[in-house]
């Protein structure tokens, strides 16, 4: 069963950048990832993704320009590069093993296994 372990959240002003890194196990080969999050009150929301072989992205339009997500298989890690932030982006961030499509962001509900999830703020 692949297992996912997200890491790099914290707390960072309006402007700031973080990393974040989702670390999978046993492997990460064959399994294209997504970025989700979830603000309080919120539902989980589609954020980004990247297809096993990273020649497929996509992000949400609210982090388009902003957020990068790249993978190194022979780390099995992908992440989450994240710049210009801003007290929106103040969330929950999870990544999942499941399909990633260049058209549109995929359901939470299509995926199969996630990480326990970091926190990400953004405030003055």
């Known amino acids: 069963q692949l297992q996912l372990v997200e890491s790099g959240g914290g707390l960072v002003q309006p402007g700031g950048s973080l990393r974040l890194s989702c670390v999978a196990s046993?492997?990460?080969?064959?399994?294209?990832i997504g970025w989700f999050r979830q603000a309080p009150g919120k539902e989980r929301e589609g954020v980004s993704c990247i297809s096993h072989s990273s020649s497929d992205t996509n992000y949400a339009d609210s982090v388009k320009g902003r957020f990068t997500i790249s993978r190194d298989n022979a780390k099995n890690t992908v992440y989450l590069q994240m710049d210009s932030l801003k007290p929106e982006d103040t969330a929950i961030y999870y990544c999942a093993a499941g399909p990633c499509s260049t058209v549109k962001l995929i359901s939470p509900s299509r995926y199969d296994y996630w990480g326990q999830g970091t926190q990400v703020t953004v405030s003055s």
């Open positions: 046993p492997t990460l080969d064959y399994y294209a």
